[in-house]
Every structure is written in C-alpha cells, then in structure tokens.
C-alpha cells in the first residue's frame, strides 16, 4: 500500500501552472516521485447511510483505495466489513474509536458520515492529524463550530471538501452559468424548497436499552446526555436539536448553497421564520415538519420552504431552486433545469415570450462521483475543492440562522463579518456549542 508521502508527493506536479491565489500553500510532500500506481489511501468514519454512498464513489476514482472502517455501532461496523470484503475482496481495519484510526499515518484522508453533532470535532481533529477530509453537511451546527472547522483547515493546510456535492454537478453548473450571463433580467427572488414525502412522521416511542453492540456514549459524543430513544439515533437524529436542525439544515443546505454560489454572496442581512409541527403535531420529531425562512439580501430577498411527509413542492418539484428575475423564472432540482418565460406584447397585441431557445441540461446522475473525483484532484493539486469548507460554512449559518429566527421568533438582523445577531441579544448563545465533559470545543 503507498503511503501519504509516495501519493502527495507524486500529486506535488500538478500544483505546477495552476493560479497561486486558488492553492493551498504548499505541503512538505510536495517534492515529485514517479510512480503511476500510487494509490490514495482512505479511511470512513461513519459508515451507515450516507458514509456508505461516500465510499462506494470515491472508490470509483482512479487510485483510490479505503484501508479500514469506523463506527460506534458494532452492527453497522459488520455488516460494513463483510459489504466492503464483498465489493472490493479485501478486508478492511475496523476502528470504534475514529482517534486511533486518525493515528494510522498510512490514511491520506478520511470521510466523516457521521452526524452533524460529530462534524466539527472529528474535523478539526482529522485536520490536526494530518488528513484531508471529505465531511458531511452541514458543516456544523452554529457558526462557532463552523468558523473553528474552517481555522483548522487553514491552519494546517488541509484539503476539505464538504458533502454539497451539487457544486460539482454538470448541469448545476450549466444552470448556474445561465443565471450569471444576465439573461433572466434581474433576480429579484430566489426560492429553494424541500417537500419530501418519503421522510415519513415517526411514533412517539419510549426510551430503551442500548441496543447490544452500540457504543451509545460515544454516538453521543459532545451533544447532551440522555437515555436511549431509538427515534434519535440512525437517520432520524435529523429531527432532534441535540444533533441536527431538521429538513432545514438537511435539504436546506444543499439547495441554499446553490442560491449562494449563483447569486455569489456569502450571507443575508436579515432572516426571519415561521412554521411548526402542523402535518403532523403529535409526532416524535422535535424540528417542524413545516417551515418557511424568508432572508433580505441587499438587492434581492431568499425564501426557503419545507414540508415533511408531502412532496407538493413549488413547480410540481419536491425539490428545487428558483432564480426569478425579471425576464424569466430558472428553475432546477436534481433531474434538471428549464426556464419559465415572461412574456410582452408584440405590435400585434400578442404575447411572447421574452426568453427563447434555451439550451438546458439534465443531470448526468455523476454529481457525487465528479464531487469525489474533484475532492481527489484537490488532494493532488492543493486547490481549494469545489465545495471548499469555507463556502459549505456560509451555507451551514445561513441554514441555522433559519433555524434561530423560528425558534425564537425574532426577525434577526445579522453582521457575517462580525459573526453576530446584532438586533437582539439572546439568541447569539445559538451560535455557540457547549460541549459534554469530557469532550471540549476546540480552541485553536
Ligand atoms: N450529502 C448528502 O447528500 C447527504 C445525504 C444523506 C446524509 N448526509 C449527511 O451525512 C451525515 C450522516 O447521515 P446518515 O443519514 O448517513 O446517518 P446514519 O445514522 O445513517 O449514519 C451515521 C453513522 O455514523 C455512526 N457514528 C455516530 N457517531 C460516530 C462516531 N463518533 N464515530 C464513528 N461513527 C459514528 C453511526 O453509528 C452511524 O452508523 C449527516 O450529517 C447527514 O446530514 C448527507
């Protein structure tokens, strides 16, 4: 198996006439070498649902290979083991404790699947090793975790790409060029939405044992101590403030980040939000099932809607994005995209549409395939990945401050610069994690 070194340092001759400005500085395994079949070596942290998808595409990258496998739920870490023995016929080390993984100076890099609670920390530490990171959206869960990630990475020079893998979807990227040619007049409004029917209403359940297998003190890592609820672990960990934010930090993330990278800003002025537990009130689930944030941007305002358990989105999409502008309306969703015509009157009194002959795109289905290939050429060049953890930080505030505007009903006025609610003062505690002994908020 090659090592870091043998990989990084073969990768140092693509970094020759690449833009300094876009370039990690430089690592000290940037000298060449010469071998073609060096390979990357990976390992996963988190392993379940989206750990899983994660590694079966990087896998797909040329010289690529996964060396071993993390979890804290001895079930999960099995049938992993005997999933990965049966799709690569090789058997993988298996770690409960990601810092001993992290210790194994043969992982180039890691991907970290596990929940948002865990992001930040397991980040800043994969970082602190030595490795370039693939994490999950959303980056964090409030803007001190998010701004202490991004330090990590600068500070050691770290590529991190982050799961927002439409970034690098061809026909996102289509779409978005469209938008910026000015074509659509100006944008006035912007619309990203997620209903989605298949993420059903969970039964109140009582608390129970842990299951046998589980290491649930360390599932829990920083979040607060409480006994077992089968509702808040695996996939439904989304609908609980402990770990997560709901649909709105879930499917927010991905569809506001791409009103952020189309219309090219980094955060609203203002957010105010509204919504509650109306499809279904005597559920389980914590976060609304039903929501809607509006943000004030200096020349254009955001709305985002979601509904859990229906799928009766806006444009007949269950998902999507909107650019609504003065000559027509782009819409996108992950299928593909069109545009919706205004139209004006011809001296004959008749309607045309503004906006003809657009040329546009469906998806490939290689979104998360391109997003690995780009994290994987990034490692080689030290570019900034497509989904640089900087921006995936602005999305993952701005998708919180959503979540602070519901809960405290206030219209927030924010300072991104500052990093502060400046109109109240209370909820700037929301921007802050308070850490379970005897894990610690990293201090850099
Ligand atoms: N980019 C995308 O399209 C996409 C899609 C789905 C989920 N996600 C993100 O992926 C993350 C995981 O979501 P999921 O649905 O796969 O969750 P999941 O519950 O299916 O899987 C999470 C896994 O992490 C493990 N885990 C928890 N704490 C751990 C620790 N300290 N060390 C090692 N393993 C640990 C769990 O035991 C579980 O196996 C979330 O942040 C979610 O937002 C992203």
Known sequence: MATRRQFLSNSGKLIMGLGASSILPA???SILSGSPNEKLVIGLIGCKGMGWSNLQNLLRVENV??????DVDQNVLDQR??????MTGQKAVLYNDYRRMLEDDDIDAVIIATPDHWHCLQTVHACQAGKDVYVEKPLGKNTDECDVMVKAARQTNRVVQVGQWQRSGKHWNDAIQYLQSGALGNIRVTKSWAYQGWMES?????????PEGVDYDSWLGPAPDRPFNPNRFHFNFRWYWDYAGGLMTDWGVHLID??????????????????GKFGYPDDAMETPDTQQAIYEFDDFSMIWEHAAGIDGGPYGRNHGVAFIGNNGTL????????????TETDSDGNPQ????GVETTQSNGEDLYNHMQNFVDCIKTRERPNADIAYASNTAVVANLGNIAYRTGERIEWDHQARKITNVNQPNELLKSDY???????VL
């Not at 290979?65 to 993390?70: D, G, I, Y």
């Not at 969970?202 to 842990?210: E, L, M």
């Open 202 to 210: 969970i039964p109140v359940k009582p608390n129970q044992p842990v």
């Open 353 to 356: 549409n503004i906006i003809t």
């Open 81 to 86: 083991a005997a999933d990965f023995e049966e």
């Open 436 to 442: 379970r002994n005897p894990w610690k908020f990293p």
């Open 65 to 70: 290979e996964c060396k071993a496998l993390c």
């Open 258 to 275: 791409i009103i952020l990278y189309g219309m090219n800003v980094d955060a609203p002025n203002t957010v105010l939000s509204t919504g």
């Open 331 to 342: 819409v996108i969703d992950r299928g593909g995209w069109e545009v919706i015509s205004e």
């Open 27 to 29: 690592t000290s395994f």
